[in-house]
């Protein structure tokens, strides 16, 4: 019996990673607001969760060209966003000046690129 050939390539391969790393760290991240408390983790952790499935979705649906770098573009704002808000928490500071602002208005520029794919036709 064969095994078939796993259709993931190396995009959507580390789409798929992305996703069960900022689960996971989502995850970790809620208890540790829960127990440690923390404005900014706990909003950190509910943008890792809310983002998630978005990674796990594109990277398991062999998305096109166009959703695949709009997903990217999330994961760099979301990186920087949370990143900053644990700086916040856990360092007393900021990651470095506007790394909030960059990070949400990736974010938002990710999304707008998510929706926009849906209009993406590839070239015959």
Known sequence: ???????????????????GLVGAAGVALSA???????????TAANFLLMHAPVFLAVGLAGANRCLRIASLVLLAGLLLF?????????LGSRLFPMSAPI?????????????VSALWRPRP
């Open 1 to 19: 019996m064969s095994v078939p050939a796993n259709p993931i390539n190396g995009g959507s391969r580390l789409l798929v990673l992305a996703g």
């Open 32 to 42: 540790a607001a829960a127990h440690r408390g923390g404005a900014f983790t706990g």
């Open 103 to 115: 990070g949400g208005t990736l974010l938002i520029a990710g999304w707008v690129a998510i929706a």
């Open 82 to 90: 949370c990143g900053d808000l644990l700086a916040r928490d856990f």
